[in-house]
């Protein structure tokens, strides 16, 4: 299968528990899986988790899994008959006291108890990723009293924004708290905190895993209006972000989404740090087997084109019915996008000076490469950093991750442009090193004689952060 920078992550449900349908993710070429804690129990993302790790080892096919956190429920409660059709200009009523299944074409309840006192008149409320709209015309105790400004069909349990954010529930629940124990026990990767405020959600969470005995990176979604306010401080206690495009979009406006997304996909770069794009990527795939024409624009342009390091897939892999399809079509469209010159090198200029250096090492190596055709990069690593910093550097050079790690393995599956090879020291000889880097490259049909290869490795002594030749 031909290298493909941009990296892809499905999401894993019924769908991909179906016999052989997770071996055939692997063969078209899925890089990270994600277990999506707002659906299912804890036995069986443990399940799905164990499957993923079955078929690495079948395959040597490294892929990474990321345990994404459901965060708090502002929702709306039932109706009597499943839904009601709400019409533009009549009067309805979001009551927190109200019977969780006494809903009906008048009121419904609340699950977020808290949101008389967090609303006004005049706000704008967006329910069902703002398919109905609504404005608050009064508080009256537990109801708050609305007037339908767009209608149409309203459902159980469909989400609440207010436009502009500012809801203030605490990112991590109870649930949060219990699934962050279990994505230490299977092994994660990477866990996802949906709905921070602000740095200190991200940092709870980290103290949370590693308390759990967990070592996996935090990716903090950006979906409410008020994390862009802080969105430097979110991304800094970070290892990525995911730009949850759903929420993000309602509470922001969507014409207000491309520019946003543009800006948070250049900004993560800069601060070394990763980035998914996600949400209603390939989303018509769920039912049909080919994605539309604006979806491959979003692909290619918006993400592909724009250097985010994963596209991912939710309810099209999930519960679709072309799983598979819809990650071969996501890598036919990345691989063309790549192919654009403008996608390939890009160096950027800033006046950042190194404080370390297996940074300065990294960075001084993506110059080099990008000025002297260089055919492959090999950064022999143990944490993945040095991988990771040359990845920042826009190039259409594969970056190799050369380690004994198989943690360290399928944390660089998120990375653009950088491919894992187990790869163990068995020498402090430099030059028998380097030969032996040299004849695995050759036999993966990486490099042939006469291309050159930048090689970075530290005093193999397989300290962490001791890059420096």
């Known amino acids: 299968m031909a290298l493909r920078r941009t990296k892809i992550l499905a999401t894993l449900g019924p769908a991909t528990d179906k016999p052989g349908v997770l071996e055939h993710l692997f063969e078209a070429g899925v890089d990270v899986v994600r277990l999506n804690f707002s659906h299912g129990s804890p036995e069986e993302h443990i399940e799905r988790a164990t499957a993923v790790h079955a078929q690495t080892l079948k395959t040597d096919h490294y892929v990474a899994i990321l345990a994404d956190l459901q965060g708090p429920k502002i929702r709306i409660a039932r109706f009597r008959s499943n839904s009601v059709y709400l019409q533009e200009g009549q009067r309805f009523v979001l009551d927190v006291d109200l019977d969780e299944n006494a809903g009906d074409q008048n009121q419904v309840g609340c699950e977020y108890k808290t949101l008389p006192r967090e609303v006004k008149p005049f706000d704008t409320l967006l329910l069902d990723d703002g398919r109905v709209t609504l404005t608050v015309e009064r508080i009256d105790g537990s109801k708050v009293v609305c007037k339908v400004v767009v209608g149409g069909e309203l459902s159980d349990s469909k989400g609440i924004n207010r436009q502009g954010g500012g809801l203030s529930a605490a990112a991590l629940t109870k649930k949060d708290k219990n699934d962050i124990k279990t994505a230490a026990r299977m092994g994660a990767d990477f866990v996802a905190v949906s709905f921070p405020r602000n740095a200190a959600d991200i940092e709870e969470a980290r103290r949370l895993l590693t308390e759990a005995g967990g070592t996996a990176g935090i990716i903090a979604k950006i979906e409410r209006a ?13 290892d990525g972000i995911m730009i949850a495009r759903g929420d993000l979009g309602v509470e922001i406006g969507d014409a207000a989404l491309p520019s946003v997304q543009k800006h ?3 900004l993560t770069r800069k601060m070394d740090k990763s980035v998914i794009t996600a949400t209603q990527m390939m989303e018509s795939m769920t039912y049909g087997s080919l994605p539309t024409r604006a979806e491959v624009f979003d692909v290619a342009t ?10 991912m897939l939710s309810s099209e892999s999930a519960v679709g019915k072309f799983p598979v399809k819809a990650v071969e079509a996501m890598h036919r469209v990345c691989l063309e996008a790549e192919k654009r010159r403008q996608t390939q090198t890009f160096e950027r200029k800033n006046e950042t000076r190194f404080e370390r250096t297996d940074e300065a090492i990294a960075k001084s190596t993506m110059f080099v490469a990008n000025h002297y055709g260089i055919k492959a990069i090999v950064a022999h690593t ?3 950093s040095t991988p990771l910093w040359m990845s920042r550097v826009r190039s259409s050079i594969p970056i190799f991750a050369f380690t004994s790690s198989e943690k360290a393995c399928r944390r660089v599956t998120l990375f653009r442009g950088v491919y894992p090879l187990i790869f163990d020291v068995d020498t402090t000889d430099h030059a028998h090193l380097n030969q032996a880097v040299i004849n695995e490259l050759k036999r993966c049909q990486m490099v042939t004689n006469g291309d050159h290869v930048i090689i970075t490795k ?7 952060g001791g890059t420096n030749d």
């Open 226 to 238: 008020e994390a862009l306010d802080a969105i430097e401080e979110i991304i800094a206690v970070s």
């Open 264 to 266: 948070l996909i250049e």
């Open 302 to 311: 918006d993400a592909v084109f724009d250097g985010t390091d994963a596209v």
């Open 382 to 384: 143990e944490s993945g």
């Open 458 to 464: 530290g005093d193999l002594t397989g300290v962490q």
